[in-house]
């Protein structure tokens, strides 16, 4: 009888821990981010984005709002804005959308625009050229204080996510990025998305960081 209270509260508490690590993973689909001058070039001045529906973060938003990104081989239509307006505009697209497009955008963490190529935009009332912006967003964890505390995890590193099913895969280099405005989601986009086969509502089990033997060796 002991035994099995032991083993029971045991398990309970191995299964507290394993959960307490996981974070669930959203995917993000192609999208722009708009500073206010973009909105009044491509829907007419005095235009304010338009909420159509709330996302994890607080705050955050997609409109109603579509616009078309124009790259040297082709045009995509029909993308995504989220509100609300940012300093700068941010264009974030899949590595297959930046083949698709022909601009080679690197992979960056959002607002970290520095050298990065421009684009097209064309809404309905105009175009707006920016010379920078077009990324691929690196794969991250929003966090709050609370929970990145509790996982022993801080602001800027870079944590091994695993998910499990069909197409079972961990991702390195999964960027924390903590603030107390933040929801706790991890954010992946649709290359990442379809590698892990990701469902919605899919959770990943948060690891620290380790690094093959053989890069310890010299230390
Ligand atoms: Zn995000």
Redesign the pocket.
């Known amino acids: 009888m002991m035994n099995k209270n032991l083993i029971e509260t045991v398990a309970a508490g191995v299964v507290r821990r394993l959960l307490g690590q996981c974070v669930e993973v959203e995917a993000?689909g192609r999208h722009v981010h708009l500073s206010e001058e973009a909105v009044e070039a491509l829907f007419g001045k005095g235009h304010a984005l338009t909420r159509k529906t709330g996302l994890s973060?607080p705050g955050q938003y997609a409109c109603l709002e579509r616009i078309a990104v124009q790259g040297p081989k082709k045009t995509m239509e029909n993308v995504v804005v989220l509100g609300p307006e940012r300093a700068q505009t941010q264009v974030e697209i899949s590595a297959t959308d930046a083949l698709t497009l022909g601009i080679k955008a690197p992979v960056r963490m959002?607002g970290e625009l520095a050298g990065t190529p421009g684009a097209r935009l064309i809404g309905p009332r105009g175009v707006f050229d920016i010379g920078e912006g077009v990324i691929v967003?690196k794969r991250?964890i929003?966090i709050t204080p609370e929970d990145a505390s509790r996982l022993g995890i801080a602001d800027n590193e870079d944590v091994d996510v695993t998910v499990f099913g069909e197409r079972a895969a961990t991702f390195h280099g999964v960027t924390v990025r903590v603030s107390p405005l933040f929801a706790t989601?991890m954010?992946i986009d649709y290359d990442e998305a379809n590698a892990c086969g990701h469902v919605k509502g899919m959770v990943g089990f948060i690891q620290k960081a380790r690094r093959p033997a053989w890069g310890r060796g010299h230390e």
């Open positions: 993000s973060q959002s967003a991250h929003h989601f954010h």
